[in-house]
């Protein structure tokens, strides 16, 4: 079986880049990785429904954000 080596690794991925362009790779590599990522959870037998109910029993951190009322002034208080 052919195994590629450094070189022809550094050649495809130049002929990757020249295809798809870089700004259209990393949406290439995102959906790359959720693809390989439903690929391994449907064959391991996870399920999404199952991922939900995990995450539920955790309890998610929340933060709470305090804010000062603030006093407007018009330009005519600011002269006196």
Excluded: C, H, N, Y
Excluded at 36 to 45: H, I, L
Excluded at 55 to 77: F, L, M, N, R
């Amino acid at each position: 079986m052919w195994t590629p080596g450094p070189l022809e690794i550094i050649v495809i991925l130049v002929i990757v880049l020249i295809v798809f362009g870089p700004k259209r790779l990393p949406d290439l590599g995102r959906s790359l990785g959720r693809g390989m990522r439903e690929f391994k959870d449907s064959v391991t037998g996870k399920d999404k429904d199952e991922l939900t109910e995990s995450s539920a029993d955790k309890p998610e951190a929340t933060t709470v954000t305090t804010t000062e009322p603030t006093t407007v002034t018009t330009a005519g208080e600011q002269k006196s």
